[in-house]
């Protein structure tokens, strides 16, 4: 194992945030019982809170942020891993309570982890990262719910950030009629090229939502919240399913409980934080089997780890397509 090793720190100045670059040493890392030789992280919507403090990410100070990691594991007194195993971790308060991703040594627990499928290389594992664990949540949920191909269309809103690109791929693959819906007509030939069939404007679903507006879809995933999701619930069909997982255009949600109670919708919450190990196995795993590699490197740039502070802000300003990955 290093004896120093690169992090990147987030520390409290008063009311600022400083980010630097560090040297630590194994002693300097948090309990855990395993340690893994960080090879890839990533960086999601919420990283960029993290990173910017624009949201009350952290929760202790310091902090190494980043959310996710891949790896292979150093030194484990858990009997699930041995040294040599792959290995893949989303959330569970990393960069939050616990020490996170952007560092060349993680000490965790156990617990946390999951076994990297097969299929998978560290990098694909990140560029895949908690954004496309989280799509396949959602897929999840949809298909709990009972929504198939054969019930009508799918809407994923944000479709060309990290959940939506990842959502757009899965659902083309599966079978469905995918809608997406986005705020970058520049995307259009992109989103096709994932598997979407028809393109919305994200204008058309960020107005002032109607009660219940025309049938146009049996399901969507939607990471954009506020009207937005207001207006993807109301514009759900009979007995039709939304499952909700971000915020990027606000943490509100005016509706009225009329899609609800006349049309039998349904909003289906997704956490991926603190989301129990056998969903999370099962979500890899499905990852595995239905996204198509060379569609995830379509959607994937990787940026090196002093270039996660800008990567922060861009993804906050809406300008990062698809998904990134941080090279350890
Ligand atoms: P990205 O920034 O990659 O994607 C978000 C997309 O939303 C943007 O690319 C953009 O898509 C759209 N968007 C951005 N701002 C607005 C706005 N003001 N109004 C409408 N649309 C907007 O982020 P991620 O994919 O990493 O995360 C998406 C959301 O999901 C975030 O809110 C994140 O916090 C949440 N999330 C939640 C998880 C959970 O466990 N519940 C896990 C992972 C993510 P376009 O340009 O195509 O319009």
């Given at each position: ?195 979407a069939s028809e393109i919305v404007a994200r204008a058309e679903l960020s107005g002032q ?60 919450g997704v956490d991926s934080v603190q989301m129990p190990k056998p969903r999370r196995v ?41 998904r990134l990955v941080v090279e350890i």
């Amino acid at each position: 194992m290093k004896s120093r090793f690169k992090a990147i720190l987030i520390r409290k100045d008063g009311d600022n945030q400083i980010v630097d670059d560090v040297e630590l040493t194994p002693d300097d890392l948090m309990p855990g019982d395993v340690t893994v030789a960080v090879a890839h992280s990533t960086v999601n919507f919420k990283d960029g809170l993290a990173l910017t403090g624009r949201s009350p990410v952290v929760r202790k100070f310091p902090m190494i942020p980043g959310i996710d990691l891949a790896g292979t594991v150093e030194e484990s007194s858990n009997p699930a891993f041995k040294a040599g195993d792959k290995v893949v971790l989303n959330g569970f308060g990393l960069s939050e309570a616990h020490y996170g991703g952007y560092s060349e040594l993680a000490r965790v627990k156990g617990d946390w982890l999951v076994p990297l499928p097969s299929a998978f290389t560290t990098a694909q594992a990140m560029a895949i990262g908690t954004a496309g664990y989280t799509a396949m949540l959602c897929v999840l949920a949809l298909e709990d719910a009972g929504v198939t191909p054969a019930k009508g269309p799918v809407l994923v809103t944000g479709a060309a950030g990290g959940v939506g690109s990842v959502a757009v791929a899965l659902l083309a693959k599966l079978g469905f009629k995918v809608i997406a819906s986005t705020g970058r007509p520049e995307e259009e030939a992109y989103l096709k090229d994932l598997g979407a069939s028809e393109i919305v404007a994200r204008a058309e679903l960020s107005g002032q939502p109607r009660m219940l507006g025309k049938e146009r879809w049996a399901g969507a995933v939607d990471s954009v919240g506020s009207t937005t999701l207001a207006n993807v619930i109301s514009q759900t069909m009979y007995g039709g399913a939304v499952a909700a997982c971000g915020l990027a255009g606000g943490m509100d949600l005016p509706t009225s409980v009329a899609p609800f109670i006349l049309r039998g919708v349904s909003l289906l919450g997704v956490d991926s934080v603190q989301m129990p190990k056998p969903r999370r196995v099962q979500a890899w795993n499905r990852l595995a089997q239905d996204l198509d590699i060379a569609k995830l490197a379509a959607m994937t740039k990787t940026i090196p780890l002093s270039g996660v502070r800008q990567a922060a802000e861009d993804i906050l300003a809406g300008k990062v397509r698809g998904r990134l990955v941080v090279e350890i």
